[in-house]
């Protein structure tokens, strides 16, 4: 094989400069990306951070309002069991508030069928097993109410008087 000459020389100096640009460019290519990909990856982790500090805030702010309930009484912790005080509106609770209102007010005993009536107790049987409770506790005095109108026949009726000094429940 012959010696290269001086143009064949620069040809090939030429043909490896071009491939070390191609080279860098290619690696600039990848590095780039790689930049693209570790930006990525460290928004990621910065919103992982996030996620965990919020989790970490919000885990601080539940403790403190357990120990403030087990510290005033509202959370007892025993026996397996968490006891929290709750409250629970319902329709028939706020019926037997009026009827212990009305029954302390009365001072006399009223008929139960007139008071669940006068609350607007669609079913009358719900509020029976309050009024046992109230009679249990020793808040209401149970009678059996007979009509002294002419023609009423013998069929008693069931009546409640307030005996108790505890207030109604609020």
Known sequence: MAA?????????TKAAAKDAEAAKAEATETNGAGDEDAAKAA???EKVNERERKAAEKAE?????RDEKIKNGDLIVGDGFEYEAATKDTKV?????QIVANL???GAPMVFATVVSDVGAK????LIPAMHALEF???????DAKSTAEGAGNRRQTAYQWIG???AAA
Request: aromatic residues 6%; charged residues 35%; hydrophobic residues 30%.
């Open 4 to 12: 290269p000459t001086a143009a064949q020389g620069k040809k090939d």
């Open 43 to 45: 928004a990621e982790q």
């Open 61 to 65: 702010a539940e403790k403190k309002v």
């Open 93 to 97: 609770t706020g019926q037997v508030q």
């Open 104 to 106: 302390q007010e009365s």
């Open 123 to 126: 079913y009358p049987e719900d």
């Open 137 to 143: 506790v020793g808040l209401v005095r149970r009678f």
């Open 165 to 167: 000094d505890a207030p």
